[in-house]
């Protein structure tokens, strides 16, 4: 069970469509700026596509900044998938509920402050 009220989980939710979109465009503007044809074909194809799909077809073409924002995509999308599932803002390691304000500065986290420095030291 979520710490989060509806009314919470609705505003994440909000801004992590938000941000879903602003990362697509970046990598949309990236793609055409490449200028190859490969590269502004796949441009066409960002708004619709998943994560998954993207980073199969970028795999060519894929350099240090996209590849940033195909990871960050792919976090994006998570989190809104574990908003409808109820499990948002639970540490996927330890299912203790990730701190509000960690929430609030990186609405993409999946683990809580203490998994994920434990994995950082890794
Ligand atoms: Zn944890």
Do not use: W
């Amino acid at each position: 069970m979520s710490h989060l009220s509806n009314k919470d989980l609705e505003q994440f939710r909000q801004r992590l469509l938000a941000y879903l979109a602003e990362v697509k465009q970046e990598i949309h503007d990236r793609l055409v700026n490449e200028g190859t044809d490969e590269s502004i074909s796949l441009a066409g194809k960002v708004h619709d596509a998943q994560a998954e799909s993207m980073s199969v077809a970028m795999s060519q073409i894929n350099r240090g900044m996209l590849k940033m924002y195909l990871h960050d995509l792919k976090d994006l999308e998570m989190a809104l998938e574990r908003i409808d599932s109820g499990e948002y803002g639970i540490c996927i390691d330890c299912d203790e509920p990730i701190a509000r304000a960690r929430l609030d500065a990186y609405p993409m986290a999946k683990r809580c402050i203490k998994c994920q420095s434990l994995r950082e030291q890794d």
